[in-house]
């Protein structure tokens, strides 16, 4: 069971990323998908959860109105597009998965980890 996360990378203020979660090594049906986010010092943080039909998401207020996450077709492949983006949102970036149908914003509610992309918005 693996969650590959990609797509960071440095981008000015005001500019766009799109992060990339893809699962392998089993089905993800009836897991909820999240995104987390860890700034240096700082706790980790939610940003956004996803259902496994896609058909319901959640996000932070901290991002509301500039992200947007959503399911690819093949429903194992989970994007956050990050636009507006701020100096605040520079941190290391975490997608998570947790079985159920809730949307879920603790980490201690998810027990499967990918390894963090880094985001780095210059002011």
């Known amino acids: 069971v693996q969650l590959q996360a990609s797509g960071g990378g440095l981008v000015q203020a005001g500019g766009s990323l799109r992060l990339s979660c893809a699962a392998s090594?089993?089905?993800?049906?009836?897991?909820?998908m999240g995104w987390f986010r860890q700034a240096p010092g700082k706790e980790r943080e939610f940003v956004a959860a996803?259902?496994?039909?896609?058909?319901?998401?959640y996000n932070a207020d901290s991002v509301k109105g500039r992200f947007t996450i959503f399911r690819g077709n093949a429903k194992n492949t989970v994007f956050l597009q990050m636009d507006s983006l701020k100096p605040e949102d520079t941190a290391v970036y975490y997608c998570?998965?947790?079985?159920?149908?809730?949307?879920?914003?603790?980490?201690?509610?998810?027990?499967?980890w990918g390894q963090g992309t880094l985001v780095t918005v210059s002011s």
């Open positions: 998570a998965g947790s079985q159920g149908q809730w949307l879920k914003s603790v980490p201690d509610d998810y027990n499967v």
């Open positions: 090594g089993r089905t993800f049906s009836n897991y909820v």
């Open positions: 996803i259902s496994w039909s896609g058909a319901r998401t």
